[in-house]
């Protein structure tokens, strides 16, 4: 970590080919059980901040630690980080070809198995490097198998789909299901990988409102729990239940932040009163 923050964004710059200048010297910190609502209109660079603390977005400039590594550094091996990083999309993002089961289990079970057969390499070279020694290095212990790790996955994978009532839709495909319920999927899915950072893009847009309600629940639980989370959102009842922090970010900058409290209440810029005038 870098001061005791599990993010910390310093001089973040976002320019797309097209010379839009999309963010500009964003400075934020984030500590772990920390929930930040980020505000704007359309086109401020709210998203792109987003997208930018997990690197699905490439920084123009600018460092994003995350555990106290700077994954915005191209020799950082962004993916082993993303292990620990939730991404919830507002499209959802769920493979329609598989079955619910089967997207929860996808990431773990990949990420499980690609570590067991690294170790299986690794004893294998360390084994043929024996036949030279006269001191035997030890083997890596190896106390799992492939089929180990995908049993303890579909076990927590059955666990979360239980959590949020949903258990009887393991085996249909997402085509079939209303929009809650695949953001909810999304939401467990994400959950499965077990990360220290949860980011929701705009999670409850794309649905019909009498389905948003089910999923904001759902994020209120894991705010409850603790978990450390980012949400991009026009919920403005949800920011100001679960936030303990809200930005507002205006033509690629931190124009405002504070409490719910002090934003709704007492905004100080004259581009946050117009918006919350629109939204509120």
Do not use: W
Request: charged share 30%; proline share 4%; with cysteine.
């Amino acid at each position: 970590m870098t001061d005791g923050y599990v993010i910390s964004v310093k001089g973040l710059e976002k320019v797309f080919e097209d010379g839009n200048a999309v963010l500009r010297g964003v400075d934020l910190d984030i500590k772990y059980g920390e929930k930040v609502v980020i505000l704007g209109a359309s086109g401020s660079g709210k998203s792109t901040l987003l997208r930018c603390l997990n690197c699905m977005e490439d920084p123009t400039g600018g460092s994003i630690y995350f555990d106290g590594d700077d994954i915005a550094d191209m020799r950082i091996d962004i993916n082993k980080h993303r292990e620990n990083i939730g991404m919830v999309f507002q499209q959802f993002n769920l493979f329609n070809n598989k079955t619910v089961l089967e997207n929860i289990m996808m990431a773990p079970v990949h990420l499980g198995v690609k570590k067991l057969r690294k170790k299986k390499i690794k004893n294998a070279l360390i084994t043929f490097t024996n036949v030279f020694k006269k001191e035997k290095a030890p083997l890596i212990p190896i106390e799992t198998t492939e089929a180990k790790i995908k049993a303890e996955v579909k076990e927590n994978a059955y666990s979360l789909l239980r959590r949020i009532g949903l258990e009887e839709k393991a085996d249909v495909y997402p085509s079939t299901l209303s929009g809650g319920q695949k953001q909810r999927i999304a939401i467990v899915r994400a959950l499965a990988m077990d990360p220290k950072v949860m980011l929701f893009d705009e999670p409850t847009s794309a649905l019909d409102p009498e389905m948003v309600g089910e999923v904001l629940d759902l994020m209120k639980q894991l705010a409850n729990e603790g978990m450390t989370m980012v949400i991009v959102t026009h919920e403005m009842g949800f920011a100001r239940e679960v936030a303990d922090r809200v930005l507002f970010v205006d033509e690629g900058v931190i124009a405002e932040e504070g409490t719910p409290e002090e934003l709704f209440t007492n905004p100080k810029n004259p581009r946050l009163k117009d918006f919350l005038s629109k939204v509120l």
